[in-house]
């Protein structure tokens, strides 16, 4: 069945000669326009390419091609994606500020993704998403060990199976078992410039040591909370004026943006995992 | 004569499909290696290409190869560098921070590039100058019209016959007809953030205008002395409480980083100028 | 009548010796504490003071003994305000973002100022206005002169006297007759670094500069749409590869950004406007 | 004796009511101007201020009288500094960057400090300091125990009896028997947006994790080499295509700029030290 609108090649494996002459040449032959073709190779010789063309073809005989051409394919890996909206899911706790951007921007149609739908382990966002027609599912750890608690959140979103759960401030800890079934496909908000104040209350620590910037973190979940690969950052000033109060409501617009940035590049398949890294091309 | 060392293909021209994959398939038939490969299709239909590869090979060969390899080569140019360092000349009037930074660098090998001289139309920078052995000019404009002041000033630079100009903090105005002989050759840095501000005294302009961001602007010298293809840029966060002065003070911090990113850019065959846009690959 | 809350007294004129002393003096004597205290005098005299303090007092004594207990009290103005929330009308055009920043901000009590009401030449924003239960006037500019179409926005404004208009992305320029009726009351947001690329399509105008970096601008309005003493402007870095509209969609989070800044600097009573500058203390 | 020029008194203790009253009183009472005044109270209730006034007066009996007119001055400290140069040692070790801009803006006097020698623990950078005409001593730390090699500075150091240490890229940790010498008197900048990266190399650290954005903290040493109370810091964006090495050629223009930007503020006496943390006025 062919395709007829904009696609993407998503390419990576060892690096040698000839790789970008060998996969131009099967989307010439094709007849195919690459509209952007980015790569890189990394200081250890892994290549990452990201090809967004235009035109009609058989993805099944391209991707064909495209294995069989190479003098050696050994490690390589190509994914081949239509250019469209991902499906996902927010998880928030108590705060607004990154929910109601996401929000924002969706209801105007401007976060390459459809919303599926919201859940908290507070029900205190539910006014502010049910504005928006999106069903919010309230679902508590009260009286719940960590592992039922995750299993009744698994229950809820096995109803949506989102592409990508985004974390928009969600302040629980979550298991590996859990992140295990989304793997790099859980992207959190940290509200520090990461790997500076780890853990609980970074604008206390950062207020505590004096700090002159605060920024935020927008990565990967895999194993932790605060590890991962960062996709995005970004920092804001502050002096010694500013309490720690007044450091997290700075810290919030910075957290909002650098989130909306991230995303945006992940849902345009923009990011490649490499190890603890995140290549964005 | 094979070369042995890096080297930077460099091709513009009218978009068609298929220009990566010919122009790779060159470099792979002689069995080059590319280490950087950027492209860019500007929205009016432009290709731009640095690839940035090593190997051994003859240059006229391989220039005739591409040439000769593309199905419709009208209108495409290839230029072909080794990667080196440039010979350049320093023009100056009166001020040392941009000067100071471009010396230091160059003293630590770190500038991509070899001073021939520094030419002034004061003699105030001489002292600074003469501490790196570099020989320094002084070729006032006392007494001299316009047009003598920039024959005395090319015939100076007919002993060097450097690559490129740097105009760091060089503040007098050039006639098209000095520009015309080092077309897109001439890096100027003007201490605004372009085209905000542009003429005499822009800090000035910036206290009189109450603005909180000041900035600098490093770019090619085409016409006249604010216009030209941007290379760099980049703005520091001022206040009421900044006089003119102290606005001054802190933009010369931001000129001299931002001319020495933009020369780093420039150095390394990154910049291509297409019509009053530099695209930097 | 005595006021029990915390309180901001702005005081500016010539700059003589004792000023803050005398000031100070009579707070002491009331047995007020002040919180903050930040002063500035203009390079041509002019002093500057916000003085934050609790405590409680009778203003119209507080305000008699100030004025009486200067040396010299010629020119100097006192203000008198208590800590509290402005009460503001948001106008607004086609474009949601920073209206929907200012709504969610408002949803949350973040914006320390009350949105009493929506006024828009266009009616594409109402769905997301009555999301929040806020009022939302619909004024058309069609079939109407531009005195009016401004003189029925008054008529409209006139329902709610609001202390400040926030032009939210409102794309008409207005009169100066219609400015005459809020001096000094009335923010607008720019989109762009001003004074850069004043007048329309400003992000057309950046990107045929080929600049690198794109900013807003957050304004007084006093004579013109582009004029007026400068708040707040921030900035974000672009390339070539930026379109217009790709750095109209990133100039959008810092326009946002920048107006939510302006907005909170205002409504906390610290920007005094001084001929077209803005000191923020 | 009376001084004539400029001067900058410190205050800070417990804060109480009237402080500002009383000292402004003493300054108006002695027909001294007040030129800048600025104050901060922390969170627990300290007072610092910061008042930078003009005219003819007697230090002790002005010193006196502020300690007698406030109603408690127990934990109150006053120091009464003119406004002036500092002098200064600076400390490196084989990078040129910090030390090379340090040594630009002292030849041009723009340091607002005397550099009376540098220190270096290697002979390489003993060409650069030549140029300029400062004592450079180089004492190796070879051979010698950290003792033995601090007991080498501290003897050449009391040649110079220099107010302040600079640390522009001294490499060695120093003991708490060292520091304990210079107390809120050596500053250094540390290669790294602290407290990420604490440690060695931290742009290979940088790389490993990822990160965005890079920065440079220039801080007080107190008790070991990445700690003290932070004066300034700032940052600069970088991708994945950034090596270790990239990062710290990168870094490097942040790390100078940022240590003379702190260097400024602590030598026109604009900085308070309050356990770990630092207050600039």
Redesign the interface.
Known sequence: MPDATKHILLMDGPDS??L??HV??V??RH?L?????????S?SGHFFMRTEFEGTFESDALLTELNSTLPNAEGITFRLNPKRKKNIVVMVTKE??CL??LL?RY??D?LDADILAVVSNYNVLQP?VS??GIPFHYVSHEGRSREEHEEAILRTLAIYEPEYLVLAKYMRVLTPDFVNNFPNRIVNIHHS?????VGANPYRQAY??????I?ATAHFVNNDLDEG???????Q?V???H?AADMA?KGK?VEK?VL??ALKLVFSDRVFISG?????L
Request: proline residues 5%; hydrophobic residues 40%; negative net charge.
């Open positions: 000669k000839g970008i002459y131009t040449g989307l010439y007849n326009n690459i509209i952007h073709n980015d790569e890189y190779v200081p607004h500020h109601g951007e924002i209801a105007f401007e502010l504005k928006f410039f990461l790997p500076a104040f505590e040591r004096g700090v002159k910037i920024g690969p960062i996709i995005a950052q970004n920092v000033e002096d010694h004026r309490t409501t617009d943006i909306s940035q603890n890294r995140a290549i964005v």
